[in-house]
């Protein structure tokens, strides 16, 4: 009955054009970047030779804000650039922060340890306090969120991108984690970055310094987290109103946190809604939410077309090769697969015309983490949100909208999409995919185990 009723207005609104804008979305207010201040790197090994110049160069500040700093060669080649910067320009100010949970643990499956926490206060015991790093508990255990924040903020510039720091994401010893790389020179995105840090992170009692002794435990900072949380759903960037020049892109942090009053998810939703012609969506583990999956649906009733390019499952950060003994985390690659198999079988009319292009990147052994959005040829989304259930609701995201009403960044996005594609191929059909008759048996059981009790539905909301 209820159907009945609300048919005709549900009907009247798929017929009728979406709107460009919602009236909030019009009203953003951001910054007025020229577009020549705004550059895309073109790989790991670039985005690795611009953050260590950027911090070789810094004068004032240096802000890095990522979910990890890993104990391995890549993280410390940072760890050793921050603290000579430190040495060099004793005035410099350096914080880094990254996940509380992810930064005391041990890389999963592999032995117990006090995780990269050690080699943060082992650098402090012999180098002195000049590098703060600081653990930062978006929730109380890992499983519910995580800090999920990018950009790192050095003097006057933003460099942005959804990596975080080790050997694959710096493409280190040969092998490399793609990502997209942005650095935007504008002081007053920098300063807004910077600012939000100061005041909702390092203003938290739950914020702790990790690179010091006498660390204290996760269960004494729990009502401190709780404020924390309740701080950052209230959270924004503090961006000015103001007026585009010609030879300008608007540019508008965002910052996501939490189920209900989400501005980053709802921004998300709204862009989505308003594409036109095309859409171009990057996640590197296929598993939509469903205000997601309903929006790209009634586009490709419209006519849109739509590009998705997700990673092949061997090239998942979680991808463990048929040699190698299995371990249940190496499940993860065959669940994304099995989502986008349903996908595509659905919407197996639209991939037969074109509509819809399904392109899988893959590239030796090397792991696929792209996220974020292309909307006809004026607005993109940088973004570290993986586009998933656990972004949408758990982990603590933020993005960069870039607005381009003149089309000034059109070419760049153009050659960094050409690029992307060099190694991926379009899906022909949902049987390109491998079956999961054929998956290793380790995997087909507990598929089937997860299929029995329902938790796959559950496994899909926490990943």
Same mark, same amino acid.
């Given at each position: 009955?209820?159907?009945?009723?609300?048919?005709?207005?549900?009907?009247?609104?798929?017929?009728?054009?979406?709107?460009?804008?919602?009236?909030?979305?019009?009203? #953003?207010?951001?910054?007025?970047?020229?577009?020549?201040?705004? &550059?895309? #790197?073109?790989?790991?090994?670039?985005?690795?030779?611009?953050?260590?110049?950027?911090?070789?160069? %810094?004068?004032?500040?240096?802000?890095?804000?990522? #979910?990890?700093?890993?104990? &391995?060669?890549?993280?410390?080649?940072? *760890? &050793?650039?921050?603290?000579?910067?430190?040495?060099?320009?004793?005035?410099?100010?350096?914080?880094?922060?990254?996940?509380?949970?992810?930064?005391?643990?041990?890389?999963?499956?592999?032995?117990?340890?006090?995780?990269?926490?050690?080699?943060?206060?082992?650098? %402090?015991?012999? *180098?002195?306090?000049?590098?703060?790093?600081?653990?930062?508990?978006?929730?109380?255990?890992?499983?519910?969120?995580?800090?999920?924040?990018?950009?790192?903020?050095?003097?006057?510039?933003? *460099?942005?991108?959804?990596?975080?720091?080790?050997?694959?994401?710096?493409?280190?010893?040969?092998?490399?984690?793609?990502?997209?790389?942005?650095?935007?020179?504008?002081?007053?995105?920098?300063?807004?970055?910077?600012?939000?840090?100061?005041r909702h992170l390092l203003g938290s009692e739950a914020v702790r310094r990790l690179n010091v002794a006498g660390v204290p435990s996760t269960k004494a900072l729990?009502?401190?987290?709780?404020?924390?949380?309740?701080?950052?759903?209230?959270?924004?960037?503090?961006?000015?109103?103001?007026?585009?020049?010609?030879?300008?892109?608007?540019?508008?942090?965002?910052?996501?946190?939490?189920?209900?009053?989400?501005?980053?998810?709802? %921004?998300?939703?709204?862009?989505?809604?308003?594409?036109?012609?095309?859409?171009?969506?990057?996640?590197?583990?296929?598993?939509?939410?469903?205000?997601?999956?309903?929006?790209?649906?009634?586009?490709?009733?419209?006519?849109?077309?739509?590009?998705?390019?997700?990673?092949?499952?061997?090239a998942n950060d979680f991808w463990i090769p048929p040699d190698q003994p299995f371990k249940t985390i190496g499940l993860l690659p065959y669940l994304y697969e099995?989502?986008?198999?349903?996908?595509?079988?659905?919407?197996?009319r639209q991939i037969d015309s074109g509509q819809l292009n399904l392109h899988l990147w893959r590239d030796g052994d090397n792991s696929y983490h792209l996220k974020?959005?292309?909307?006809? &040829?004026?607005?993109?989304?940088?973004?570290?949100?993986?586009?998933?259930?656990?972004? @949408?609701? #758990?982990?603590?995201?933020?993005?960069?909208?870039?607005?381009?009403?003149?089309?000034?960044?059109?070419?760049?996005?153009?050659?960094? @999409?050409?690029?992307?594609?060099?190694?991926?191929?379009?899906?022909?059909?949902?049987?390109?995919?491998?079956?999961?008759?054929?998956?290793?048996?380790?995997?087909?059981?507990?598929?089937?185990?997860?299929?029995?009790?329902?938790?796959?539905?559950?496994?899909?909301?926490?990943?």
């Amino acid at each position: 009955m209820n159907k009945l009723i609300t048919a005709p207005g549900r009907l009247v609104r798929r017929m009728l054009p979406f709107r460009r804008q919602s009236p909030a979305q019009a009203a #953003l207010p951001h910054f007025a970047v020229p577009a020549g201040a705004i &550059d895309v #790197l073109s790989d790991p090994a670039a985005f690795r030779q611009t953050l260590l110049r950027l911090i070789a160069q %810094a004068e004032r500040r240096i802000v890095i804000v990522a #979910l990890y700093l890993q104990d &391995d060669d890549g993280g410390r080649e940072v *760890l &050793d650039a921050l603290y000579a910067a430190k040495a060099r320009q004793s005035a410099l100010e350096i914080s880094v922060f990254v996940d509380w949970h992810r930064a005391q643990r041990g890389l999963i499956g592999k032995q117990k340890s006090e995780g990269n926490a050690g080699m943060y206060r082992e650098y %402090a015991a012999r *180098l002195g306090p000049g590098v703060a790093i600081h653990g930062v508990p978006v929730q109380t255990r890992e499983l519910f969120g995580v800090l999920h924040l990018k950009g790192f903020v050095i003097d006057d510039a933003v *460099l942005y991108s959804g990596a975080s720091l080790n050997d694959v994401y710096l493409a280190r010893h040969g092998r490399y984690r793609l990502d997209r790389y942005h650095l935007l020179h504008h002081r007053g995105l920098a300063d807004a970055m910077a600012a939000f840090v100061q005041r909702h992170l390092l203003g938290s009692e739950a914020v702790r310094r990790l690179n010091v002794a006498g660390v204290p435990s996760t269960k004494a900072l729990q009502p401190a987290i709780r404020e924390l949380r309740q701080d950052l759903q209230r959270a924004t960037y503090p961006v000015p109103d103001g007026a585009l020049q010609d030879g300008e892109v608007a540019v508008t942090p965002l910052l996501g946190f939490g189920r209900s009053g989400n501005t980053l998810d709802d %921004a998300l939703l709204a862009l989505l809604r308003g594409t036109r012609q095309r859409l171009i969506l990057l996640t590197p583990y296929f598993n939509l939410p469903k205000p997601v999956r309903n929006v790209l649906g009634q586009l490709l009733r419209r006519g849109c077309t739509i590009d998705i390019m997700v990673g092949d499952k061997t090239a998942n950060d979680f991808w463990i090769p048929p040699d190698q003994p299995f371990k249940t985390i190496g499940l993860l690659p065959y669940l994304y697969e099995n989502n986008l198999r349903r996908f595509a079988r659905t919407h197996r009319r639209q991939i037969d015309s074109g509509q819809l292009n399904l392109h899988l990147w893959r590239d030796g052994d090397n792991s696929y983490h792209l996220k974020g959005l292309f909307i006809d &040829d004026d607005i993109a989304v940088l973004t570290g949100h993986n586009l998933n259930p656990r972004a @949408w609701s #758990l982990d603590l995201e933020n993005a960069l909208l870039l607005r381009d009403p003149e089309k000034l960044l059109q070419a760049k996005h153009q050659v960094e @999409w050409v690029a992307l594609k060099r190694n991926a191929t379009r899906l022909a059909d949902y049987h390109a995919l491998e079956s999961p008759r054929r998956y290793p048996a380790e995997v087909r059981k507990l598929l089937r185990r997860l299929k029995r009790v329902r938790l796959d539905r559950l496994v899909n909301r926490l990943l």
